[in-house]
Nanobody
Framework: QVQLVESGGGLVQSGGSLRLSCAVSGTSFSIYTMGWYRQAPGKQREMVAIITSGYRTNYADSVKGRFTISRDNAKNTVYLQMNNLKPEDTAVYYC?????????WGQGTQVTVSS
């Protein structure tokens, strides 16, 4: 059974930084394109960043130049380095496989950015 465990969220002031981690187990992690998603209150879940098995990356326009996605296949972990955070980045952040997500999402990690 696939498990996704996100961590690293917290409360930070505008302009601050956080590094999120997502540990993946129960699947062949290294072959998949993985993504970070976020869901703010009252809004739909949106893709934030993706990283392919070949380490190519892509980002939502709203986070380009501020967020960096990376992965460590030896640790089955995907990361999201978030710099220059803004109040509009406040959301619960999740990771999952891109395009065809695993059925069971993790609990997510809350990121709150104060102005």
């Amino acid at each position: 059974q696939v498990q996704l465990v996100e961590s690293g969220g917290g409360l930070v002031q505008s302009g601050g930084s956080l590094r999120l981690s997502c540990a993946v187990s129960g699947t062949s992690f290294s072959i998949y394109t993985m993504g970070w998603y976020r869901q703010a209150p009252g809004k739909q879940r949106e893709m934030v960043a993706i990283i392919t098995s070949g380490y190519r990356t892509n980002y939502a326009d709203s986070v380009k130049g501020r967020f960096t996605i990376s992965r460590d296949n030896a640790k089955n972990t995907v990361y999201l380095q978030m710099n220059n955070l803004k109040p509009e980045d406040t959301a619960v952040y999740y990771c999952n496989r891109y395009v065809t997500p695993f059925d069971l999402w993790g609990q997510g990690t809350q990121v709150t950015v104060s102005s």
